[in-house]
């Protein structure tokens, strides 16, 4: 049984106020924040020409990033193609881990 089994989903709303967009994460205990190298699907990822991925994916939680970098891996090693979207997000990346 993978970590996302008995979980709930994410939740992401934007509003518009007077200051401009407003943004509300309720993500916290979500599927998408235990996911891990664990639950990966390795040989469709093995087989995978392109991936996809956002840095939102691993501002979430340690286990996402994880398996961010895991699946980077898999993809490249089988000689696919990875473009990476930063998305970055001041408020769940602290400036400190941001690369000069």
């Known amino acids: ?36 190298p664990d639950d990966l699907p390795v040989d469709s990822l093995r087989s995978t020409r392109v991936l996809h991925v956002s840095g939102i994916s691993q501002a979430i939680s340690n286990s996402a990033a ?8 898999i993809v490249k090693n089988a000689d696919g193609i990875v473009s990476y979207d930063t998305n970055l997000r001041l408020k769940l990346w602290p400036i400190e881990v941001i690369p000069p």
């Open 66 to 73: 994880d398996a961010v970098f895991e699946a980077i891996g």
């Open 1 to 36: 049984m993978n970590s996302q089994t008995h979980s709930q989903t994410g939740v992401y709303i934007v509003t518009h106020g007077e200051n401009g967009h407003e943004f509300n994460y309720f993500r916290a205990g979500s599927a998408s924040s235990k996911i891990s």
